[in-house]
Nanobody
Framework: QVQLVESGGGLVQAGGSLRLSCAAS????????VGWFRQVPGKERVFAAG????????SYADSVKGRFTISRDNARNTVYLQMDSLKPEDTAVYYC??????????????????WGQGTQVTVSS
């Protein structure tokens, strides 16, 4: 299993930007599909963005399309989520997840076997 650690969360005003990082250890991230999910209290964890093992394919939830950009640096074993034009409704705990695959990315939580501990993003109005 690959171990994942998220960082980069925080408090930002609406319209601002944050960049989240998902750093991997234990395995090379280069053979893993990685997804970013988010969760608010009392609700299910939902897909935000995903990227294939080599970065050749990306996928976004409609709610973040055009504002969020997922990318990866396999040499650094890290996946990023650049979040621009943030809105209060983007407030959530953000989790990265990984699964070893040469397909994808995937939108379902059940497709991923490794998860990070999450990082809080709070967008004030």
């Amino acid at each position: 299993q690959v171990q994942l650690v998220e960082s980069g969360g925080g408090l930002v005003q609406a319209g601002g930007s944050l960049r989240l990082s998902c750093a991997a250890s234990g395995r090379t991230l280069g053979v893993y599909v990685v997804g970013w999910f988010r969760q608010v209290p009392g609700k299910e964890r939902v897909f935000a963005a995903g990227i294939s093992w080599n970065g050749g394919s990306t996928s976004y939830a409609d709610s973040v399309k055009g504002r969020f950009t997922i990318s990866r640096d396999n040499a650094r074993n890290t996946v990023y989520l650049q979040m621009d034009s943030l809105k209060p409704e983007d407030t959530a705990v953000y989790y990265c997840a990984a699964t070893r695959s040469y397909s994808g990315p995937y939108r379902s939580t059940s497709s991923y076997g490794s998860w990070g501990q999450g990082t809080q993003v709070t967008v004030s109005s």
